[in-house]
C-alpha cells in the first residue's frame, strides 16, 4: 500500500515560486510512475507533470518552460518546481502514483492507483 503527503502549497504573486513536495510512505516507489495534477471547482482535475520509472518527465502545454517534476529516490519525495506562476495556475494540487513502468503527462487520472490529499496554490 502507498501513501502520499502533499506539502508547499501556500499563496504568492504572480511571477513568483513555489516548490510541492509529495512524500512516498508505505512501499518503494522508485519503479512506480509519479504525477502531478490540478483541479479547480467545477472542472476535470488535469495532469500537469509525470516522471517514469526510467525518470522520463513529460508537461502539460500550459506549464512547459515554467515547472519542473523531479524525484529523489533516497528521499522517496516528488517534486514540483514551479516558477513564473500565473493566476490560471491557482488550483488545488495533487500528486499520485502508479505501479505502471512508463507514464506521461497526458495519462488521465484514472490511470493512477494512489492519491495524496491535495495541497492548495493561489496566485494572485
Known amino acids: 500500500h502507498v501513501q502520499l503527503v502533499e506539502s508547499g502549497g501556500g499563496s504568492v504573486q504572480a511571477g513568483g515560486s513555489l516548490r510541492l513536495s509529495c512524500e512516498v510512505s508505505g512501499d518503494t516507489y522508485s519503479s512506480y510512475c509519479m504525477g502531478w495534477f490540478r483541479q479547480t471547482p467545477g472542472k476535470e482535475r488535469e495532469g500537469v507533470a509525470a516522471?517514469?520509472?526510467?525518470?522520463?518527465?513529460s508537461y502539460a502545454d500550459s506549464v512547459k518552460g515554467r515547472f519542473t517534476i523531479s524525484k529523489d529516490n533516497a528521499k522517496n519525495t516528488l517534486y514540483l518546481q514551479m516558477n513564473a506562476l500565473k493566476a490560471e495556475d491557482t488550483a488545488k494540487y495533487y500528486c499520485?502514483?502508479?505501479?505502471?513502468?512508463?507514464?506521461?503527462?497526458?495519462?488521465?487520472?484514472?490511470?493512477?492507483?494512489?492519491w495524496g490529499q491535495g495541497t492548495q496554490v493561489t496566485v494572485s
Open positions: 499520485a502514483s502508479d505501479t505502471r513502468r512508463y507514464c506521461n503527462a497526458g495519462y488521465p487520472d484514472w490511470t493512477y492507483n494512489y
Open positions: 516522471i517514469d520509472s526510467d525518470g522520463f518527465v
